[in-house]
């Protein structure tokens, strides 16, 4: 069967320092990964999402950035945190073949102080 | 393009109600229809999805889902609510893209 992992769980962070957190998929090969990331409030909204290595789609423009360094490892960066950069993000994977279901990771809490 | 509209950010019941809570979507192609759980500090939880199927659809927990296209409706609903229910809901739709567009949630409380 297939899971999702992501961490840290939480993470607290100063602004101004650099980000990254990690997301893997175990038991698929090829999947779509996709970065969400939800504010107190305001529902889910897509961040990232990356069809195959290398190949990412950049929904919002934004402080962050997103690698696929291999094809079941999906990364978020940032260089320099902003206060607006606080929420709960979440990975998800989809079995790629078009209007597949997603799904998610544990999720990961940052707060930026 | 596609949308989702979330009718009401909290709905309140009592334990052994009927829970009922409103989704309606917008798509210019025929569209996939999702509805996940979150319990706090979790990630999103599949509950149940419409893929053309059959307009009912059971999901998981007692939860179903009727597919309505004349009404742009996919109104979650369960028989009688138990408290374990109390979490946020998203309706998510798809249509021409592998991206899921989600609704802003629905914050469901449960009181016994």
């Known amino acids: 069967s297939q899971t999702i992992h992501q961490w840290p769980a939480t993470l607290v962070q100063p602004v101004g320092s650099p980000l990254s957190l990690e997301c893997t998929v175990e038991g698929t090969s090829n999947p779509n990964l996709y970065w969400y990331r939800q504010a107190a409030g305001r529902g889910l909204q897509l961040l990232f999402y990356s069809v195959g290595i290398g190949q990412i789609s950049s929904e919002v423009p934004q402080n962050l950035s997103a690698s696929r360094p291999q094809d079941r490892q999906f990364i978020l960066s940032s260089k320099k945190l902003l206060l607006s950069d606080s929420g709960f993000y979440l990975c998800?994977?989809?079995?790629?073949?078009?209007?597949?279901?997603?799904?998610f990771g544990p999720g990961t809490r940052l707060t930026v102080l | 393009a596609q949308s989702v509209t979330q009718l009401g950010s909290h709905v309140s019941v009592s334990e052994g109600a009927l829970v009922l809570l409103r989704c309606n979507y917008s798509s210019s192609v025929p569209p996939y229809l999702f509805w996940y759980v979150q319990y706090p500090n979790q990630g999103l939880q599949l509950l149940l999805k419409y893929t053309s199927a059959a307009t009912l659809v059971k999901g998981i927990n007692g939860f179903e889902a009727e597919f309505k296209k004349s009404e742009t409706s996919f109104h979650l609903t369960k028989p009688s609510a138990h408290m374990s229910d109390a979490a946020e809901y998203f309706c998510?739709?798809?249509?021409?893209?592998?991206?899921?567009?989600f609704g802003t949630g629905t914050r469901l409380q449960v009181f016994p």
């Open positions: 998510a739709v798809s249509g021409d893209t592998d991206k899921l567009i």
């Open positions: 998800a994977w989809s079995g790629g073949v078009g209007l597949d279901t997603q799904y």
